[in-house]
């Protein structure tokens, strides 16, 4: 019941914070403040209750908790929710950056604030119930309905192309969630044939008896739809141009959280239901992710658009989580997952800085900026730790993840890793360039400007203090997902034989 | 006749008796209230009458009307639709100087013409039905006498349409010359075999006929000219009441003759679908007119109604009838905005530019909501009643293995879903400051549209119910 709760929440908060703003913005913050709050402390709650099943559940398929409704009872479609350790950490970070979005945007966006904050709640309640279905009908539902209020973020406050950008993320996503669907209802016809049942349900879904070649056109429905989200070259071209002109809580969303469904929907989806054709494609899907590796280092270090230099970044991390996730084995898994958490704490901080940035001198041309430091050190700062981040230095989270994934793939082909590591060279080098060219040299423009207050220090803090807590001891979140993650293999494993 | 047989036709017949009551209302006092509230009264009985028709269903009345269930489903939907018009036009036309009466004669005699092609299971009544329905409605395009737009929309529509029911006429010739019968059913048994030239050829031309009025491609030349000209309730009623009844009657048509069994007719309605897939989609990106928008899109969603057509399982016919509620209900819905925002005593003519909408959000935002929801539904969005319904097309033609049409349908709503944008995109857009105050919008139109909406939304999230009605009415 909890399972709902966390979604009803969102949905009618978004609805109070829409009609509070007519008497006052402050009320509105607030509420979807409460509402995310709330939430949080919900899935924390689920959290801390599984430290203690977490052996026996592993043995089992069982989920954590769910809830089960009829929806459609003629097409067999139910209202099913469930989380195991791999969904209920994702619907962490989504409340955990759902707060952050809130507080990020509390000076930055002053008119319409009341239809704002309806969309960013309804945005994080489609991605918590993307993160929450378990029947293929209700999942391609919500994967539809966050995009919504997401081309409402961009379209409205978003920067000077943003009816562009807005409409290109809205056509991209949606030509490929079509394709996934059609892939949906050609497996749901398909396990019709073969046992008489119509179902949506996943876990009945799981292991259904298709010719090799039917199998892997099914796979590339939903692949598509992934790639294009997580994104994978040559997917991505909607991603620069969308983070760019959405507000920042947009684009902490659009990185933190909508790459990861895509990522998510990889490990649930495509591997456990089409392991055979997962397989076969893995050679085209390492070498995609070594080019999004590369080729988003390399994009990255040619920006001089601070935001969209930080959304290259996203390209070339997600491409980390698309080689670990092919790579499927437990080092390369593990890495995978942890990259995801990590990045989108790593580049939502980024994204709050800049957003910060822009907000104080109105412009993101990295060639405009330079002597900052001396003039906002906190921030600087800030800014130079989630740069340290990205480019994987050891003691913060992402280190972990990227060295997992590469442990991992080094086992499945070392021409692979060779390439990907050069993609974590590359990125030292747009790090620091970044770094170099805002916050050193001479301070041309005479900018002067405040430094961090406290929400934003706290805010910033947090992620702060979480990127070090994965990075020297990843173990709590590697003992959130292990018993899921065992399952997943072991779906694809029993799928196989 | 007997009292079965009346009773299966009560729909019908309270239709035909309002029209005669609202016409003799006129000749005793002229009085648009007066004159709305018998067409209202008129149509919600004749839909509260199909619950007595139920019973007595399926009932070959005459050998013109078969009323069965199916029938029935589609005469409670164009009842409906009509209902909903006629009070759009109650609104739209308050402030029109001249008579304002005439129109809800025409309106009661179109919705008559309407009903009778659902029910037609015969050439004869095809035709009659047709030519009901095409006769009223010249009359309700060029309602608006003073506007060059609106009288050059009705003659365009009056001279098509006129040719394309001589082509039908002809078509019906060639088949009975053929086959020596106009019953549909009688068709299958007396055809069997390789179809013989002049069989193919009176197809053919009937499929002209129901092109025409479905107004797919390449029969859709009048569709955007028609839409602008004509006033939206009457548009709204062309797009939704009179191709819903052609939906229905040549689904009839087809699956009870067999004709889509032979290879050249599912050929011609395979490329039919696909340039209306095509066409309707492309055409309306550069438009910048919102009547023209809508009726390019509409020229694109028969297109995907003809691939559940083609498909022609049992599921395919749930999935057409699912699909023409939602067009139904979404249309009314947009067309709806269009009329209540505009007003015949508008001299500047409707509000219709897409640059009219810019901003409206932000000064109406309940009606500004209800045309996103009705766009997002047009566009095949989650949560709207039309995503069910494209779901329930591509969920029929997967069962098929239909995959050309289906992913030339996918590919090409996408490309619809962009101009779409285009209009949300304007709603949402920061108002100019040379911006047309928007007109005042009475309580019961917005009601309506409320209601239009929420049907809309429930249906799309819940759309359990009326997929239980459809299966049992369809069956």
């Known amino acids: 019941m909890i399972l709902i709760w966390l979604i009803v929440i969102l949905f009618v908060a978004g609805i109070l914070a829409g009609m509070a703003a007519r008497w006052n913005p402050l009320l509105s913050r607030l509420i979807a403040l409460t509402a995310i709050g709330v939430d949080f402390l919900l899935a924390a709650g689920l959290w801390s209750g599984t430290a203690s099943i977490s052996a026996a559940q592993s043995a089992q398929h069982t989920w954590i908790a769910e809830a089960d409704w009829d929806w459609v009872p003629s097409f067999g479609i139910h209202f099913h929710l469930a989380v195991d350790g791999l969904s209920l950490l994702m619907l962490m970070l989504t409340f955990f950056l759902g707060i952050v979005a809130v507080l990020a945007s509390w000076t930055e966006i002053r008119e319409k604030v009341g239809f704002f904050h309806f969309n960013l709640l309804w945005v994080l309640s489609g991605i918590a119930g993307v993160f929450l279905a378990v029947d293929l009908f209700l999942f391609y539902f919500a994967w539809e309905l966050m995009l919504i209020p997401m081309y409402f973020l961009i379209l409205i406050w978003g920067h000077e192309r943003r009816v562009y950008a807005a409409t290109k993320f809205f056509l991209f996503t949606q030509l490929s969630g079509l394709l996934m669907l059609i892939a949906i209802l050609a497996l749901y016809f398909i396990h019709h044939q073969t046992t008489g049942v119509y179902t949506f349900e996943y876990s009945e879904l799981l292991g259904t008896h298709m010719s090799s070649g039917v199998e892997l056109w099914i796979m590339l429905g939903f692949f598509v739809a992934f790639a294009v989200k997580l994104p994978a070259v040559p997917l991505h071209t909607w991603l620069p141009d969308a983070h760019t002109e959405a507000p920042t809580a947009g684009s902490v969303i659009l990185a933190g959280l909508l790459l990861k469904t895509g990522a998510y929907g990889l490990l649930r989806f495509v591997i456990p239901l089409f392991p055979q054709a997962a397989h076969?494609?893995?050679?085209?899907?390492?070498?995609?992710?070594?080019?999004?590796?590369?080729?988003?280092?390399?994009?990255?270090?040619?920006?001089?658009?601070?935001?969209?230099?930080?959304?290259?970044?996203?390209?070339?991390?997600?491409?980390?989580?698309?080689?670990?996730?092919?790579?499927?084995?437990?080092?390369?898994?593990?890495?995978?997952?942890?990259?995801?958490?990590?990045?989108?704490?790593?580049?939502?901080?980024?994204?709050?800085?800049?957003?910060?940035?822009?907000?104080?001198?109105?412009?993101?041309?990295?060639?405009?900026?330079?002597?900052?430091?001396?003039?906002?050190?906190?921030?600087?700062?800030?800014?130079?730790?989630?740069?340290?981040?990205?480019?994987?230095?050891?003691?913060?989270?992402?280190?972990?993840?990227?060295?997992?994934?590469?442990?991992?793939?080094?086992?499945?082909?070392?021409?692979?890793?060779?390439?990907?590591?050069?993609?974590?060279?590359?990125?030292?080098?747009?790090?620091?360039?970044?770094?170099?060219?805002?916050?050193?040299?001479?301070?041309?423009?005479?900018?002067?400007?405040?430094?961090?207050?406290l929400r934003e220090g706290l805010m910033v803090g947090t992620m702060i203090v979480g990127l070090l807590w994965l990075g020297l001891y990843p173990q709590t979140v590697l003992n959130t997902f292990g018993p899921a993650l065992q399952n997943l293999q072991n779906e694809a494993q029993t799928a196989r034989r | 006749m007997s009292t079965d047989d009346l009773l299966a036709l009560l729909p019908l017949l309270l239709i035909a008796a309002s029209a005669v009551v609202v016409m003799l209302g006129i000749g005793l006092k002229r009085s648009p209230a007066l004159a709305v509230g018998f067409t209202l009264g008129g149509l919600i009985a004749a839909f509260v009458s199909i619950w007595a028709a139920v019973p007595v269903a399926p009932r070959q009345v005459t050998p013109l009307l078969l009323v069965d269930n199916y029938a029935l489903f589609y005469v409670g939907l164009i009842v409906a639709s009509a209902a909903v018009v006629a009070f759009l036009s109650y609104q739209y036309f308050e402030e029109h100087e001249g008579q304002r009466e005439e129109l809800y004669l025409l309106l009661l005699l179109a919705t008559l013409g309407c009903a009778v092609l659902v029910a037609s299971s015969h050439f004869a009544s095809f035709l009659l039905g047709l030519e009901l329905l095409s006769v009223s409605l010249y009359g309700m395009v060029a309602y608006l006498t003073d506007?060059?737009?609106?009288?050059?929309?009705?003659?365009?529509?009056?001279?098509?349409?006129?040719?394309?029911?001589?082509?039908?006429?002809?078509?019906?010739?060639?088949?009975?010359?053929?086959?020596?019968?106009?019953?549909?059913?009688?068709?299958?048994?007396?055809?069997?075999?390789?179809?013989?030239?002049?069989?193919?050829?009176?197809?053919?031309?009937?499929i002209t006929g129901i092109g025409f009025k479905l107004g797919v491609v390449p029969f859709h030349l009048w569709t955007p000219d028609v839409y602008q000209g004509g006033s939206p309730p009457v548009t709204a009623f062309v797009a939704t009441t009179s191709?819903?009844?052609?939906?229905?009657?040549?689904?009839?048509?087809?699956?009870?003759?067999?004709?889509?069994?032979?290879?050249?007719?599912?050929?011609?309605?395979?490329?039919?679908?696909?340039?209306?897939?095509?066409?309707?989609?492309?055409?309306?990106?550069?438009?910048?007119?919102?009547?023209?928008?809508?009726?390019?899109?509409?020229?694109?969603?028969?297109?995907?109604?003809?691939?559940?057509?083609?498909?022609?399982?049992?599921?395919?016919?749930?999935?057409?009838?699912?699909?023409?509620?939602?067009?139904?209900?979404?249309?009314?819905?947009?067309?709806?905005?269009?009329?209540?925002?505009?007003?015949?005593?508008?001299?500047?003519?409707?509000?219709?530019?897409?640059?009219?909408?810019?901003?409206?959000?932000?000064?109406?935002?309940?009606?500004?909501?209800?045309?996103?929801?009705?766009?997002?539904?047009?566009?095949?969005?989650?949560?709207?009643?039309?995503?069910?319904?494209?779901?329930?097309?591509?969920?029929?033609?997967?069962?098929?293995?239909?995959?050309?049409?289906?992913?030339?349908?996918?590919?090409?709503?996408?490309?619809?879903?962009?101009?779409?944008?285009?209009?949300?995109?304007?709603?949402?857009?920061?108002?100019?400051?040379?911006?047309?105050?928007?007109?005042?919008?009475?309580?019961?139109?917005?009601?309506?549209?409320?209601?239009?909406?929420?049907?809309?939304?429930?249906?799309?999230?819940?759309?359990?119910?009326?997929?239980?009605?459809?299966?049992?009415?369809?069956?």
């Open chain 1, 280 to 453: 076969e494609f893995t050679p085209i899907a390492l070498v995609l992710a070594v080019t999004g590796i590369v080729y988003g280092a390399v994009m990255a270090y040619a920006q001089t658009d601070f935001k969209r230099l930080v959304a290259y970044t996203s390209v070339s991390h997600l491409g980390f989580v698309l080689l670990g996730v092919f790579s499927w084995n437990p080092l390369a898994l593990q890495g995978a997952i942890i990259t995801m958490v990590c990045h989108g704490l790593s580049t939502g901080g980024l994204f709050v800085m800049v957003g910060g940035l822009q907000e104080r001198i109105h412009t993101r041309d990295l060639e405009r900026m330079g002597g900052l430091w001396a003039v906002a050190p906190r921030l600087s700062g800030a800014v130079l730790f989630f740069s340290m981040a990205s480019l994987g230095l050891p003691g913060i989270g992402d280190f972990v993840g990227e060295f997992l994934v590469l442990l991992g793939s080094y086992k499945i082909s070392v021409p692979i890793t060779v390439a990907a590591s050069i993609g974590i060279l590359a990125s030292t080098f747009y790090a620091l360039r970044m770094v170099q060219r805002a916050f050193h040299g001479p301070n041309t423009q005479a900018w002067r400007l405040p430094d961090l207050n």
């Open chain 2, 147 to 206: 506007r060059r737009a609106a009288l050059e929309a009705g003659i365009k529509y009056l001279i098509l349409a006129s040719a394309s029911a001589a082509f039908l006429l002809f078509g019906m010739a060639l088949i009975y010359a053929d086959t020596g019968t106009m019953e549909f059913s009688r068709l299958r048994d007396l055809s069997s075999g390789a179809p013989g030239f002049t069989l193919l050829a009176g197809i053919a031309l009937t």
């Open chain 2, 243 to 475: 191709k819903s009844a052609m939906v229905a009657l040549m689904l009839r048509y087809a699956y009870l003759s067999g004709a889509l069994q032979y290879h050249a007719v599912f050929l011609v309605f395979a490329i039919i679908a696909v340039l209306s897939m095509c066409a309707g989609n492309l055409m309306a990106l550069r438009q910048t007119n919102v009547k023209r928008i809508l009726a390019y899109s509409s020229i694109a969603h028969f297109g995907y109604i003809l691939v559940a057509f083609l498909v022609g399982s049992a599921i395919a016919i749930e999935a057409v009838a699912f699909y023409l509620v939602a067009y139904t209900v979404t249309m009314l819905a947009a067309f709806g905005i269009v009329t209540i925002l505009s007003g015949s005593g508008h001299d500047a003519g409707d509000m219709d530019d897409l640059e009219d909408y810019r901003g409206l959000f932000w000064r109406r935002p309940a009606i500004a909501g209800v045309f996103t929801a009705a766009l997002l539904s047009l566009a095949g969005i989650p949560a709207t009643m039309g995503f069910v319904g494209k779901f329930y097309i591509l969920a029929a033609g997967a069962n098929e293995q239909a995959w050309p049409l289906i992913l030339i349908l996918v590919v090409t709503s996408v490309a619809g879903l962009f101009y779409y944008l285009r209009i949300v995109a304007a709603l949402y857009a920061d108002p100019t400051e040379q911006a047309a105050p928007v007109p005042a919008v009475s309580r019961s139109a917005t009601l309506v549209l409320a209601v239009l909406a929420l049907l809309l939304i429930w249906l799309g999230v819940y759309p359990a119910p009326l997929l239980n009605l459809i299966r049992t009415f369809t069956a």
